[in-house]
């Protein structure tokens, strides 16, 4: 098949039987859902029913990029990942930056299928249209360091992807990493962690191809100049995603203690100012002009380490929402859940839940194995992310998130803060209709990058105001799909839109729409999609809510109830 952009094929892999076929994906199947998350939720729609444990041989992983993908389109060489989550039971989309969606698409595929189980740990070497299947037993229980450097030593040129120690022992909240990158949230690691799959590493050599050079280039250089000209991008590029914590606190969107209070009132050390003191290096994606990451060096003792970052969300995880405000604190603790490859957010989100559980007194330092989890104790913050991360003793329990810890502990369910088992994020949604709409109805659990207006926290928007806040949710939903179907970096919408990329698309593909709000109703199409994936797997309506805490401290139960309907009612009949 001779496509421009689109390989126009798939590669999928079954670890059982060691064997991988190539396959062809028809034209119709992009023009409808594009590609990226499109494609990926398409192909889970098609081939899993719903009723797979997560953790289980019948379990698909998809990987998936976009037609922009190994262009010279600005931020375009992500990945997305897909499966069953084991948090949620459901729909799991996951991104990751780096270089290994533009290695793929360099092999000559659009898309790749993980199936089946393996025998013994394993790793994957790809390239071009090649697969090996290696033992991995020489590299087992290796830390995110040490596998890092055995990819350049013994795959220099190839990129990589892989799970921690806490994906090989199937930890809920376990990621699944890329280089230094990490696409965090939902448990995919643990899923890679059953199929007994440690790593990939991939190389390929195959151009793209666009449909009109001359056009796309001056599309291209027009997108670039639009996105080094935000003065959002420009501070993000100054400061990191750390840019935003001030702000945050101004309007009372920064959640400390397990979402009790919405900001604080000693906040100095962790400002953007003071944060950038850390940072040693900037770091770009392939292609980026933003380079919002950033790398910040740690002196413990006479030891130095890196870190690429912290972001926002981590420094408010281990440090607001438990509400410590030591930079050093963060720093070890996200370095500890880098290298055993777990997801900061929902660490943080776990201690800070555990500490509330402690403050409470249902739970003390015995249960805890002689930790006293008092607010603001760094060495607690840190005991029990080691804890967490090694999953020793108590972590065992903890690592499966706060939804399972009240469960197990018929205790605290009120003040769980997660939706559909996932833990939120780190923008306080009571009082903002458009923010707590966006988690209520998120496919994938509470998350801030799918639908949610965060434009109410910057004043673009009336956080009180109900009017007009479904059809807000609907517009960034369905331009968050279609950001995530052309593997785009979602801090693009801060300098472009549907527009720009209906252009570069076109230009690339050669594919027709009748306008940018075609690739509108893609994104709604493809929403739509992932909801009737979860409905398949049991999740209904009735999980498209907040925790009790969210409605005892600002947004109207009844209200978003109604909003939610809207929402629903839309994306279902559409």
């Not at 801060?494 to 594919?511: A, F, P, Q, R, S």
Request: proline fraction near 2%.
């Amino acid at each position: 098949m001779c496509m421009y952009g689109n390989k126009g094929k798939l590669l999928r892999i079954n670890l059982t039987n060691r064997v991988f076929y190539t396959e062809e994906i028809e034209e119709e199947v992009y023009i409808k859902y594009l590609g990226g998350m499109g494609l990926a939720t398409y192909y889970m729609n098609k081939e899993l029913n719903g009723q797979e444990d997560p953790l289980s041989e019948q379990n698909k992983i998809f990987i998936a990029v976009g037609a922009l993908t190994g262009t010279i389109a600005p931020t375009s060489s992500r990945f997305g990942l897909y499966t069953k989550s084991p948090a949620t039971n459901g729909f799991l989309e996951s991104y990751c930056g780096g270089n290994f969606g533009l290695e793929l698409k360099r092999c000559g595929f659009d898309l790749l299928i993980i199936e089946g189980k393996g025998e013994g740990l394993l790793y994957l070497e790809i390239k071009n249209n090649t697969v090996k299947f290696h033992s991995a037993k020489s590299i087992k229980e290796f830390k995110s360091k040490e596998l890092i450097q055995y990819s350049k030593e013994k795959y220099e040129g190839f990129e990589n992807l892989y799970i921690g120690p806490a994906g090989e022992r199937q930890a809920i909240i376990s990621s699944v990493f890329s280089d230094v990158r990490c696409g965090g949230r939902g448990g995919a690691g643990a899923v890679l962690g059953h199929k007994n799959l440690k790593a990939i590493f991939i190389k390929g050599t195959k151009e793209v191809s666009v449909s009109n050079k001359e056009l796309f280039e001056q599309t291209v250089t027009a997108v670039s100049r639009d996105l080094r000209g935000s003065k959002p991008l420009n501070h993000l590029k100054k400061y990191g995603t750390s840019n935003i914590i001030d702000v945050l606190n101004i309007t009372e969107a920064l959640p400390n203690k397990n979402y009790q209070n919405k900001k604080v009132d000693n906040i100095e050390n962790l400002l953007p100012e003071k944060i950038s003191k850390a940072f040693v290096k900037n770091i770009a994606c392939h292609n980026c002009p933003i380079s919002c990451s950033k790398v910040s060096k740690l002196k413990i003792g006479e030891k130095e380490y890196y870190l690429d970052g912290p972001e926002y969300e981590t420094i408010w995880a281990f440090g607001i929402n438990c509400d410590v405000y030591n930079l050093d604190t963060v720093i070890k603790a996200n370095i500890l859940c880098d290298e055993y490859g777990v997801d900061t957010i929902s660490t943080g989100n776990i201690i800070a839940f555990v500490m509330e559980l402690y403050q409470r007194k249902i739970i003390d330092k015995d249960f805890l194995e002689g930790i006293e989890a008092d607010w603001g104790n760094s060495e607690a913050v840190l005991a029990l992310a080691e804890k967490i991360c090694k999953g020793e003793g108590i972590g065992l329990l903890l690592q499966n998130g706060v939804k399972n810890i009240a469960t197990e502990l018929n205790a605290g369910s009120d003040f769980a803060m997660q939706v559909k088992g996932l833990e939120m994020p780190a923008f306080h949604p009571s009082g903002n209709y458009g923010i707590s709409l966006g988690y209520a109805i998120s496919a994938r659990g509470a998350c801030h990058l799918h639908g949610a207006v965060l434009s109410e926290l910057f004043g673009g928007a009336n956080r009180e105001n109900v009017k007009d806040k479904t059809d807000m949710v609907l517009k960034n939903t369905a331009l968050c799909n279609i950001i995530n179907s052309a593997i785009l970096c979602y801090f693009t919408v801060n300098g472009i839109g549907l527009k720009e990329i209906y252009y570069m698309h076109k230009y690339c593909t050669g594919i027709e729409y009748d306008g940018p709000h075609e690739l509108e109703n893609i994104g709604i199409r493809i929403a739509k999609m992932a909801k009737e994936f979860n409905a398949k797997c049991g999740i209904d309506k009735k999980q498209d809510t907040l925790p009790k805490r969210v409605f005892s401290n600002g947004t109207d139960k009844d209200k978003l109830k109604n909003l939610v309907n809207e929402y629903n009612n839309y994306i279902f009949n559409f």
